[in-house]
């Protein structure tokens, strides 16, 4: 994907993300300009006052017809007090609209932006870090809210007032009007170079932003390793030293942002004294009248002294840019893996499955599958054994399209995956990894995330069939019991059962066990042997397997060896043969190899 550094441009990817909030972003900008020009009046109507005052019959209001100089005044306030109502109910619609438009982008990006990365390939997380991905997520999603809090309107703002200010200083006095939009040019060079300078500072910010919450997710996850280790001033070390690139990240762009501030404030000084000196002089001289000369004095200050926030309000744009970048091009990663057009609702599944000279190569060109053929009719058990390494677990990820093929079909029930509906194919599937992934929240919870629907009755018959129910029980607060994130709070045996348990629940046409019992102890292996039967029974079996004594019962069983089937058959035939298997049986017996 095509890096866009210009902050203009990532503006406008934005716009185009947000169309269907143009209608609300049109509304609230209406507001904020109503917002300033309601806002810079009374400056005009205190010159106006001070008009009627001086001149009295001969004002600028006996022009209209009024011309006593009292019920001018009466006018006056009136016009006042209608100003600074709808100043205020302004000043609430934009604040009310600006900061809905705020929370409701954001909340869509970042739904927007998980949803697609829950749909991108295995293969691209190979490569992402944890830590930048929820710093996209949560920090940059609240970056570009801030800016749209408050960014936005000030710099609608700023645009107001220069053009409604300029309309009144033309219209008095062109004269004026010059020397006091001299300095706005000078300002906005300087916002312009500001801008050049401050963006690659702040991607460089946001960079490393993900750096150090990768860090951070990374050391809390391993808690455990790095007391084992005591490598916790190692650790304290290495993020005291990537916390300190991030504060010298931002001290850079600071730096320049401070130096801007001085610049905008000394150009506002040579209007604002250049507008006060001569414009007296022109009143002075006649040229001028004294309220108009006040009108010119006090616009100055609205003009010019809001201009001084202009290096803060870029400040925030070019951080929202920098972050908006970052969402944006997360959203437009392309799925490489795409869901194939053909349905298989999950009743109509029969469970046969075939690999037809399938092979794999990862990304960097490592083959781990070559020439793979193997079937499983309906209702079999199929084992799949081998070394570490020989790419037991990469067919498990090519079955549920983790990964695509290199060569060759996976087929399900005669149809190639890849024509299948992701869903559909991923829904006639229930895996027991040897990873196993708990959430944060309660035993029940997590078994039954394989039937969000599922009764408390059914939760229980999965955990009996997988052999958890005892042990459920004795917890603290059993089903109830909070197992702490990612499971911690509970053995790897436990958690192994639980995941069994939630494949059970699901009631998929087809079971994978990817090592399920490979953190089990023996007597733990055995309770799940007894209730294999069960658990398999109406139902293809796929059994990837280290410990082969999970496997004797299979109706099939292949080999692999160097990501090749190197034997087939099943366990009887196998030991009959003498071969790999039959190694591998004698080593995970204790016998003594000749």
């Known amino acids: 994907m095509t890096e866009i550094n210009s902050s203009a441009s990532v503006l406008m990817r934005l716009l185009r993300y947000a169309t269907g909030y143009r209608q609300k972003i049109w509304l609230a900008s209406l507001c904020s300009v109503l917002n300033k020009l309601f806002d810079i009046m009374p400056e005009i109507l205190i010159g106006m006052a001070i008009d009627v005052v001086i001149r009295q019959e001969k004002s600028f209001l006996a022009d209209f017809g009024i011309e006593d100089p009292f019920r001018q005044m009466l006018l006056l306030g009136l016009i006042t007090i209608a100003v600074w109502a709808l100043e205020s109910l302004f000043e609430f619609l934009l604040q009310i609209l600006w900061r809905n438009l705020a929370q409701n982008l954001q909340h869509d990006l970042r739904l927007d932006a998980y949803g697609h990365l829950q ?39 700023v645009a107001t007032s220069i053009i409604a200010v300029g309309g009144v200083f033309f219209y008095i006095s062109p004269q ?21 300078r401050a963006q690659p500072l702040y991607a460089g910010v946001r960079e490393k932003v993900g750096i150090l919450s990768a860090r951070l997710a990374n050391n809390i996850s391993g808690i455990a390793t790095i007391k084992s280790f005591t490598r916790e001033q190692h650790e304290l070390d290495q993020l005291r030293r990537e916390s300190t690139d991030y504060v010298n990240a931002n001290r850079g762009a600071i730096r320049i942002s ?6 905008i404030r000394m150009a506002i000084l040579v209007g604002f004294v250049a507008t006060l000196v001569y414009g007296g002089k022109l009143t002075m001289d006649g040229q001028l009248n004294a309220g108009a000369y006040s009108v010119l004095v006090f616009l100055t200050q609205r003009l010019l002294w809001p ?88 067919i498990t990820k090519l079955m549920l399209r983790f990964y695509a093929p290199t060569n060759g079909r996976i087929k399900l029930d005669g149809i190639d995956l890849n024509l299948l509906n992701t869903p559909d194919l991923r829904a006639a599937f229930g895996l027991v990894s040897q990873d196993v992934f708990l959430f944060h929240g309660s035993v029940a919870e997590n078994i039954g995330y394989g039937k969000l629907d599922a009764s408390q009755a059914q939760i229980e018959a999965a955990a009996s069939a997988a052999e958890a129910h005892e042990f459920i029980l004795n917890l603290p607060q059993g089903y109830d019991t909070i197992v702490g994130e990612r499971g911690q709070k509970l053995s790897g045996g436990q958690r192994q059962r639980i995941s069994i348990a939630r494949a059970v629940l699901k009631d998929p046409p087809v079971l994978i066990l990817d090592e399920a019992t490979s953190a089990v102890d023996n007597e733990t292996e055995a309770a799940i042997q007894r209730s294999m039967q069960m658990i398999t029974r109406g139902r293809t079996t ?52 000749t």
Not at 181 to 189: A, D, E, R, S
Not at 258 to 263: D, G
Not at 351 to 359: C, K, N, P, R, T
Not at 557 to 584: F, K, W
């Open 119 to 157: 749909d991108l390939d295995m293969a691209w997380f190979e490569d992402a870090s944890t830590g930048t991905l929820v710093a996209i997520l949560n920090d940059d999603v609240n970056q570009l809210e801030r800016f749209l809090d408050g960014g936005a309107n000030a710099m609608i703002q």
């Open 176 to 196: 004026i009007a010059m020397i006091a939009f001299t300095p706005i040019p000078v300002i906005v060079i300087g916002a312009f170079w500001f801008q050049r």
């Open 258 to 263: 401070s130096a801007f501030i001085p610049i």
């Open 307 to 394: 201009l001084t926030r202009l290096a803060e309000t870029v400040d925030l744009f070019e951080r929202a840019m920098a972050s908006t970048r970052r969402i944006l091009n997360l959203t437009e990663v392309s799925v490489e893996t795409r869901s194939g057009p053909q349905g298989l609702p999950i009743d109509q599944v029969k469970g046969a499955l075939s690999f037809e000279q399938v092979d794999f190569s990862y990304s960097s060109g490592t083959q781990v599958l070559n020439d793979i053929n193997m079937q499983a009719a309906p209702g079999e058990t199929v084992a799949i054994v081998g070394q570490t390494g020989s790419g037991k677990s990469t």
């Open 542 to 593: 796929l059994i990837i397997a280290h410990r082969l004594s999970t496997i004797v019962n299979a109706d099939k069983i292949y080999v692999l060896g160097g990501g090749r089937i190197m034997e087939q058959g099943n366990h009887t035939g196998l030991l009959e043969a003498d071969g790999i298997y039959t190694s591998l049986w004698r080593v995970q017996a204790g016998e003594a190899l």
